[in-house]
């Protein structure tokens, strides 16, 4: 059982992660929240199993429970499902002093967190992660987001998270064991998030993802608790330093301006942490270009999101110059000037507003773009 204590503008938030711990989800939420209501928002995929666990651990508390189902998909992931929760939360009753329990993946987790953080002004939430990528990254650290769609010109689909509030959790509960329900591409999802945590702050992680992180993509739990934890304390570390992302909390994006840029485009069929995986290898080759990066280090990176089952390369054809245009939406934007989160050896980043558009395109043809 590793537990690690956040600070928050909100108040200090724990984020338990250890096998079993759904059990006592339930029990622990009651003793936290001085509540008596509880909207209960669901990833549809474990609604008859993790949440019910969780809907009846509630309820054994003595708290009134209510659910909602959503189905987890980026083109869901907008205002209207929000509303679909607000309304929800109507019918249940729920007021200031209740609480909304999310349980699912970090989609579900964004989603819930918004309409958490704008029902009623703002109403407690308890994140309770499903998949890999949500305990180590998704649920930790209070930003919540809906996608908003791009304009025609580039391309359409959506801009990602570009709407959305920071609102800490009041716990966060991370049960591995839930991992055994999740398909093995989603394990290699969540994987490519902690090897982003791995190059960002904790070359010891990268290891240890190299010895058992093709394992856990074929169904073991074997290392899942250990890699989860230090992913979190490296998050943790972070966001403690700076909640609202005025500074040192960017590094979080590693790869991710490149993987906006993909991920909306629903003719890639990208999900999430595959497109950080590519995202992770062009800011990499920036690295190289910038000479941050080593290139034997870009190749180590190649072969580990490759054993993780991963894409390096983007699967389908894409202009490299309207992938530039899309970064441009990115929410990392200042004053028209696009930051870019930099690889540096052997370990660590650094943010970069002085790259060039030649630069940036030849990361893009570096993972395949044309
Ligand atoms: N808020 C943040 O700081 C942050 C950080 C990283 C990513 N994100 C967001 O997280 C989202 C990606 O999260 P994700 O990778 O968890 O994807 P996801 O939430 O889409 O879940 C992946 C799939 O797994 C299913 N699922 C969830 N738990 C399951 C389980 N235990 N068993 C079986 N199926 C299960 C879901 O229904 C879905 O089909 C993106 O929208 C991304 O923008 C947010």
């Given at each position: 059982?590793?537990?690690?204590?956040?600070p928050s503008?909100?108040?200090?938030?724990?984020?338990?992660?250890?096998p079993g711990?759904l059990q006592?989800?339930?029990?622990m939420?009651?003793q936290l929240?001085?509540?008596r209501?509880?909207?209960v928002?669901?990833?549809?995929e474990v609604?008859a199993?993790?949440?019910?666990?969780?809907v009846e651990?509630l309820q054994?508390s003595?708290l009134?429970?209510?659910?909602?189902s959503?189905?987890?998909?980026?083109?869901?992931k907008?205002?209207e499902?929000?509303?679909?929760i607000?309304s929800?939360?109507?019918s249940a009753?729920?007021e200031?002093s209740?609480a909304?329990?999310v349980?699912?993946?970090?989609?579900?987790?964004?989603?819930?967190?918004?309409a958490?953080?704008?029902?009623?002004?703002?109403v407690?939430v308890?994140q309770?992660?499903?998949?890999?990528?949500?305990?180590?990254?998704a649920?930790?650290g209070?930003?919540?987001?809906?996608?908003v769609?791009?304009?025609?010109?580039v391309?359409?689909?959506?801009?990602?998270?570009?709407a959305?509030?920071?609102?800490?959790?009041?716990?966060?509960?991370?049960d591995p064991?839930?991992?055994?329900?999740?398909?093995?591409?989603?394990?290699?999802c969540?994987l490519a998030e902690a090897?982003?945590?791995?190059?960002?702050?904790?070359?010891?992680?990268?290891?240890?993802?190299?010895?058992?992180g093709?394992?856990?993509?074929k169904?073991?739990?074997?290392?899942?608790?250990?890699?989860?934890?230090?992913?979190?304390?490296?998050k943790?570390?972070?966001?403690?330093r700076?909640e609202?992302?005025?500074?040192q909390?960017?590094?979080?994006?590693?790869?991710?301006?490149f993987?906006h840029?993909?991920?909306?485009?629903?003719a890639?069929?990208?999900?999430?942490?595959?497109?950080?995986?590519?995202?992770?290898?062009?800011?990499?080759?920036?690295?190289?270009?910038?000479?941050?990066m080593?290139?034997?280090?870009?190749?180590?990176?190649?072969?580990?999101l490759?054993?993780?089952?991963?894409p390096?390369?983007?699967?389908?054809?894409?202009?490299?110059d309207?992938?530039l245009e899309?970064?441009r939406?990115d929410k990392?934007?200042d004053?028209?000037?696009?930051?870019?989160i930099?690889?540096?050896?052997?370990?660590?980043?650094?943010?970069?507003?002085?790259?060039?558009d030649a630069?940036?395109?030849?990361?893009w043809?570096?993972?395949?773009a044309?």
């Amino acid at each position: 059982m590793s537990k690690t204590l956040i600070p928050s503008s909100r108040g200090a938030y724990e984020v338990h992660v250890a096998p079993g711990l759904l059990q006592s989800a339930g029990e622990m939420c009651g003793q936290l929240l001085k509540t008596r209501r509880v909207l209960v928002v669901a990833d549809d995929e474990v609604t008859a199993t993790h949440a019910r666990t969780v809907v009846e651990g509630l309820q054994a508390s003595g708290l009134t429970v209510s659910m909602v189902s959503i189905r987890a998909a980026e083109i869901r992931k907008t205002i209207e499902v929000v509303a679909q929760i607000w309304s929800h939360a109507m019918s249940a009753g729920i007021e200031r002093s209740d609480a909304l329990v999310v349980v699912g993946g970090g989609l579900v987790g964004d989603v819930g967190g918004f309409a958490a953080a704008s029902w009623l002004r703002g109403v407690d939430v308890v994140q309770i992660p499903t998949t890999l990528l949500a305990m180590v990254d998704a649920s930790v650290g209070g930003k919540t987001a809906v996608n908003v769609p791009l304009p025609d010109s580039v391309g359409g689909g959506l801009g990602k998270n570009m709407a959305g509030a920071f609102w800490p959790p009041r716990l966060v509960l991370a049960d591995p064991e839930t991992l055994q329900t999740l398909p093995s591409r989603h394990i290699s999802c969540g994987l490519a998030e902690a090897v982003k945590h791995g190059l960002l702050a904790d070359p010891d992680l990268l290891d240890l993802i190299e010895r058992m992180g093709p394992a856990l993509v074929k169904g073991s739990l074997d290392g899942a608790e250990t890699i989860i934890s230090r992913a979190v304390s490296i998050k943790a570390d972070i966001v403690a330093r700076d909640e609202l992302e005025s500074g040192q909390r960017a590094l979080l994006n590693l790869g991710h301006t490149f993987a906006h840029a993909i991920e909306g485009r629903p003719a890639l069929g990208l999900h999430h942490g595959e497109a950080v995986a590519i995202g992770l290898m062009a800011a990499g080759a920036l690295g190289v270009q910038l000479e941050t990066m080593a290139s034997d280090a870009l190749d180590r990176l190649r072969s580990l999101l490759a054993s993780l089952s991963l894409p390096v390369i983007l699967p389908g054809p894409c202009p490299a110059d309207q992938l530039l245009e899309r970064m441009r939406f990115d929410k990392k934007m200042d004053q028209g000037t696009m930051r870019l989160i930099v690889p540096q050896a052997p370990c660590g980043a650094c943010i970069r507003t002085d790259v060039s558009d030649a630069q940036v395109l030849e990361a893009w043809r570096s993972v395949g773009a044309s």
